[in-house]
């Protein structure tokens, strides 16, 4: 599973270069499926980093990958 997220979180990074930020896989918890991210540059301070997370983090990611059920700041 953890392969699969880093897989996915490496097509999604260049999306977030192009606005000056990052992300990071932290942890997976595999038995309840929340993976655990870090939003690093501009992504980390910009006032809509919740939607970045939600709307296109974790829906790449759960769509990808079935077993991730939510995606977190850690």
């Known amino acids: 599973m953890k392969d699969k997220i880093t897989a996915v979180i490496e097509r ?3 999306m977030l270069a192009a606005d000056g930020g990052s992300v ?3 942890g997976v ?3 309840t499926g929340i993976v655990t991210v870090r ?3 501009a ?3 910009c006032p809509h980093s ?3 997370l939600k709307n ?3 829906r790449m ?3 990808e990958v079935a077993e991730v059920k939510e995606v977190v700041v850690g």
């Open 39 to 41: 939003l690093t540059g």
């Open 50 to 52: 919740t939607m970045t």
């Open 12 to 14: 999604i990074k260049p």
């Open 24 to 26: 990071e896989l932290v």
């Open 43 to 45: 992504c980390g301070c």
């Open 61 to 63: 990611l759960k769509e």
């Open 29 to 31: 918890d595999e038995k």
């Open 56 to 58: 296109v983090v974790e």
